[in-house]
Nanobody, 117 residues
Framework: QVQLVESGGGLVQPGGSLRLSCAAS????????MGWYRQAPGKQRGLVAT???????DYADSVKGRFTISRDNAKNTVYLQMNSLKPEDTAVYYC???????????WGQGTQVTVSS
């Protein structure tokens, strides 16, 4: 079983930055993909960014150029650097680990990100 612990959410003004972290522990088998989904009130959960074990990354069009995903394989940790935040980025952000973004093995507990003045 894999456990994921997230941190780094909070309240930030438009144009500001936040960095989310997600540390994985337990029975993790390489290779594996990590990444982030988000869910705003009244909306479906949507993919934000993914990164493979080899470091290949992909982003939703809405965050390209503003968000950067990275990982530290030695620490089994994935990060999401979020810059130029917009009110529409407000959501609960969930990290995941799995064979791919479509084959998720475990979810984090979620961390709230609120972008508001």
């Amino acid at each position: 079983q894999v456990q994921l612990v997230e941190s780094g959410g909070g309240l930030v003004q438009p144009g500001g930055s936040l960095r989310l972290s997600c540390a994985a522990s337990g029975s993790i088998f390489s290779p594996y993909t990590m990444g982030w989904y988000r869910q705003a009130p009244g909306k479906q959960r949507g993919l934000v960014a993914t990164i493979t074990c080899g470091g290949s990354s992909d982003y939703a069009d809405s965050v390209k150029g503003r968000f950067t995903i990275s990982r530290d394989n030695a620490k089994n940790t994935v990060y999401l650097q979020m810059n130029s935040l917009k009110p529409e980025d407000t959501a609960v952000y969930y990290c995941f680990v799995g064979a791919s973004h479509a084959i998720v093995r475990s979810w984090g507990q979620g961390t709230q990100v609120t972008v508001s003045s």
